[in-house]
C-alpha cells in the first residue's frame, strides 16, 4: 500500500487563493509511484471538500460548480483516527461513511487559520503525522510581533518597532503617536501582526499618514505593529528546511518590487495577468551579494529558523539596509509560497525530493513525538490512602489544583 498524502489547502485566509496555486504545484510534485494524494480544499468558509476536480486549476473559477463535483469531508479530533469521512454517508443501501484513510498531512495553508497553528492544533489533537512547523512554532512565526520579540531576545537583528492593539490606539492615540514620533521617527511600516501578502501594510511619512494607515490596519487585525522604516533596503530570502536545529539552508533570492514595498501583486502575478504563485514573480536567483554577506544571512535564517523550533520548510525575508549594510530578519514563512520548491531546486533538490524529505520529515517528528509521555498509566482517583482532600493540594472549593 502507498503512503497517502493529504494535501490541505484554501482556507479561511486573505491568502486563499495562493495557497490553492502553491497546493496544486506541490500535488504535482508528489511522486505518484511512492504516493497516493488526496486533495482537502477548505472553502473560504471553512467547509472541507475532496475529490479529483481539485486537480484541475481552471475548475476553481466556478468554486459552486466545482464543489458540486466534490464530497464535503471532515476528521474527527480523536487521538489516532486518522479517517477522513463523508459528511453526508455516500450511498443509499452502503451508507459508506470513510472517504479514505490518510497517513500524513502536508498543509499548504498560508496566512490566517493555517500557517498559524489552529490548523496544525487539528492535527496535533488527532496524533497525525503532518509535515511542517507545529502549533507553537506556527503561532510564534505568524504573529509579526511575538517572533520580534523572540528573535530579539535571542540576539538575532529585527528593525526597530513598537506594537499597541486597535483599542489602544482607540483610547491613547495621542501617547502612542508621541512614542512613535519621540522613539522611531518618519518613515515608519505599520502592519497588522497576523497577515501576510503585503495585505494591510502601509508607510507613513507624517503623523496624517500614520492615523490613515493605523486605521486601515486596524480592519484585518486587532494587534498592530509600528516599525523603523528601511529606506534604502534590499530584500532577501533565504529558505530553512529541516527540523528544528537540524537543517539546511538554500541559495539565496532577491524578489523585485515596482513599488515602495513588496506588494501583493509583485508576489503573485510575476508583472503580468493572472494568479501564478511566489514562484513565478519577479526575483534574482541566485542573489547578487559578495560571499560573507550571503553567509551571514544563511546563518541567520537558520538560527530564526532554530529559535522559533521550526520543522519543514520555512523562508526567512531579510531585509539589508544598503546605507549601512545591516541585516534584519523581517520575517519567517512557516508555509512559504510554492514551498520555496523553486530555492531548494537552485540549491541542487528537485521538487519531488523535497516533497519526500518534508513527509519523511513528518514521520519521524511524529515517532520522537510518541515516545513521549503525555500522561501516566495509574488512576489517582483508584488509589487507596488519600485524604479527603484528595491528592497534591487537594480540590478545595470545587477547583482541583494542578500546581
Ligand atoms: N521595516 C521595513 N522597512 C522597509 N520596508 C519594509 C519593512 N517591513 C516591511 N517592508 C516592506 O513591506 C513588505 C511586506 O512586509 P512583510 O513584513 O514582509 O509582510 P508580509 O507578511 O505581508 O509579507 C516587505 O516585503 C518589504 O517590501
Ligand atoms: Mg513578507
Known sequence: MKTNIGVFFGGRSTEHEISIISANQAINAIDSRKYDVTPVYITKDGKWFTGSALLNLANYRDIPALLNMCEEVYMRPIYGDYNLYYSMPKGVFSKKTIACKLDVVIPVLHGANGEDGTFEGILDSIGIPYAGCDTLSSANGM???????????????VVDYTWFTDRQWFAQRDELIDRIEQNMGYPVIIKPANLGSSIGIGCARNRNELCARVEDASRYASRIIVEHMVEQ??????????????????????????????????????????????????????????????K??????????????????????????????????????????????????????????LMDKLVSLALKRNTRRSQKTFSFPQNIFAMGGGSKNGVKGGVKSGKPNKG
Open 296 to 353: 551571514e544571512i544563511q546563518r541567520l535564517a537558520g538560527e530564526t529558523f532554530r529559535v522559533l523550533s521550526c520543522h519543514g520548510v520555512s523562508r526567512v525575508d531579510v531585509i539589508v539596509d544598503k546605507s549601512t549594510s545591516k541585516i534584519y530578519v523581517n520575517e519567517i514563512n512557516t508555509i512559504p509560497g510554492s514551498l520555496s520548491f523553486y530555492l531548494w531546486e537552485a540549491t541542487g533538490l528537485t521538487f519531488d525530493k
Open 143 to 157: 504573529d509579526k510581533i511575538t517572533m520580534k520579540m523572540i528573535l530579539r531576545e535571542n540576539g538575532i537583528p
Open 233 to 294: 533596503l534590499q530584500e532577501i530570502n533565504c529558505s530553512v528546511l529541516g527540523d528544528c536545529d537540524e537543517f539546511d539552508t538554500s541559495v539565496l533570492e532577491e524578489p523585485i518590487k515596482t513599488t515602495d514595498i513588496l506588494s501583493y501583486t509583485d508576489k503573485y502575478m510575476g508583472g503580468s495577468k493572472g494568479a501564478k504563485g511566489m514562484q513565478a514573480s519577479a526575483k534574482k536567483i541566485p542573489a547578487d551579494l559578495p560571499v560573507e554577506m550571503t
